[in-house]
C-alpha cells in the first residue's frame, strides 16, 4: 500500500527544495513514512521548523493532498494541512512535494488526548463534539468538488485492493464462524459498487497537534468518494485514545455533533457495517504483516458479533474500551 520503509530517502532533493527556498536551511532530517519521503527542515536563523513532504515511488498520495486540501479549506475543513510551499513554486524540479510548519506528532496528539481526560476532561468533550462535527462536514463533501479526489469508481477499486488480501486471511481460517463469512461476502459485495460511495472520506485516522491545542487530521490514503458511515466508524474508534475507562459521554458529544437531529436506523446500520468491518479487517491485517496464524480470534469474533447484535454504538466503545484497559 506504502513505499516501504527501508528504501534510501531522497536527501539530495530535499536538500534542493528547502535550499531554494529557505536561505537560512540548517539541516535536513528523514522522518520515515508509508508513503512518501517526509523531512524535517531546521534553520540557522529563530524560524520554526518545517516538515516537507515529498513524492516517491510513484505513489500520488502528496500530488493528491496538493490538490485536494486547499480545495477542502475553502469548502469548510480547515482541519487539514495548509501549505507554505508546494511543487508550484518550484516547478522546474519536476517532484510534487509540499511544505507546512511543524505540529506535534501522531504520538504526541494521541498522548495530548489521553492527558486532556485525565486533567480537563471539559476540554476533552469538547474535542469528542468537534470530532463528531468534523466527520460531520466532510462526509458532507462533494468528491467532484474536491481537485484530485478519487472517483466512485477508483475508490471501489482501492477498496478491493486493501480489503482482499485480508479478507483472505480469515477466510482461509477453519475457525472463522458461518456468520462472519456471510458478513465478508456482504461488505465484499456492496464495495464492488461504485454506487455505495456517495459519501467523502479516506481519511487514515492520524492526527497532529497545534501548539494552540488544535488538531489536524492527516493520511488520506483514500481521499475521496467513500461508503457512508465508514468515516464516522473510524472517527467514533479515534475516541479510544482518550484512555476513558467509561467512554459513553465522549461518544454522546461525539453523535451530538455528528447526527445533531439523532442516530436514526439508516444511519446505525452504516456505522455499524463499518465498525464491524473494521474489527474484521484489522484482524486479517495483523495475519497478513506476519501474526501468528494459529493465533486465537475468539475475542475478535466476540466484538464484531457483539455489533452486529447490539444497537447501541456506545456499547461497542465500550468494550472496545475495556478490552485495551491497563
Not at 34 to 45: G, I, K
Not at 108 to 127: F, G, P, T
Not at 138 to 159: C, F
Not at 291 to 315: F, I, K, M, Q
Request: overall charge negative; charged content about 25%; glycine content about 8%.
Amino acid at each position: 500500500m506504502g513505499a516501504p520503509r527501508s528504501r534510501t530517502p531522497n536527501e539530495p532533493g530535499a536538500r534542493d527544495i528547502a535550499g531554494a527556498l529557505y536561505p537560512d536551511l540548517d539541516s535536513v532530517a528523514w522522518i520515515p513514512s508509508d508513503d512518501a519521503d517526509v523531512f524535517r527542515l531546521s534553520f540557522t536563523s529563530g524560524r520554526e521548523p518545517r516538515i516537507l513532504k515529498m513524492a516517491t515511488h510513484g505513489i500520488p498520495a502528496v500530488w493528491r493532498e496538493i490538490g485536494a486540501f486547499p480545495a477542502m479549506r475553502r469548502l469548510g475543513i480547515p482541519e487539514v494541512l495548509a501549505f507554505e510551499h508546494t511543487s508550484d513554486d518550484l516547478p522546474d524540479l519536476g517532484i510534487d512535494f509540499h511544505i507546512t510548519h511543524e505540529l506535534a506528532n501522531p504520538q504526541q496528539a494521541s498522548r495530548a488526548m489521553a492527558e486532556l481526560w485525565i486533567n480537563d476532561r471539559a476540554r476533552a468533550l469538547d474535542v469528542a463534539h468537534w470530532l463528531g462535527d468534523c466527520t460531520r462536514r466532510i462526509e458532507s463533501l462533494d468528491w467532484r468538488r474536491v481537485p484530485r479526489a478519487n472517483s466512485p469508481q477508483r475508490s471501489a477499486e482501492i477498496g478491493a485492493q486493501w480489503r482482499t488480501p485480508q479478507c483472505r486471511q480469515l477466510l482461509a481460517r477453519p475457525d472463522c464462524p458461518a456468520w462472519a463469512r456471510t458478513f465478508i461476502d456482504r461488505v465484499s459485495e456492496t464495495l464492488s459498487r461504485p454506487e455505495a460511495f456517495d459519501s467523502f472520506g479516506g481519511w487514515g485516522g492520524e492526527l497532529l497537534r497545534a501548539r494552540d491545542g488544535r488538531f489536524v487530521l492527516i493520511d488520506w490514503p483514500g481521499l475521496g468518494a467513500a461508503p457512508r458511515g465508514s468515516l464516522a466508524a473510524l472517527a467514533l474508534e479515534i475516541l479510544l485514545r482518550f484512555g476513558a475507562a467509561d467512554p459513553a459521554p465522549l461518544a454522546e458529544r461525539f453523535f451530538a455533533a455528528w447526527v445533531p437531529a439523532g442516530l436514526d436506523q439508516s444511519r446505525l446500520e452504516d456505522l455499524r457495517l463499518w465498525w464491524t468491518h473494521g474489527i474484521l479487517w484489522w484482524a486479517g491485517l495483523n495475519l497478513s504483516l506476519g501474526a501468528d496464524s494459529d493465533a486465537d480470534l475468539t475475542g475478535v469474533y466476540a466484538a464484531a458479533w457483539h455489533s452486529l447484535e447490539n444497537d447501541d454504538p456506545v456499547s461497542w466503545l465500550s468494550r472496545d474500551a475495556a478490552a485495551t484497559a491497563p
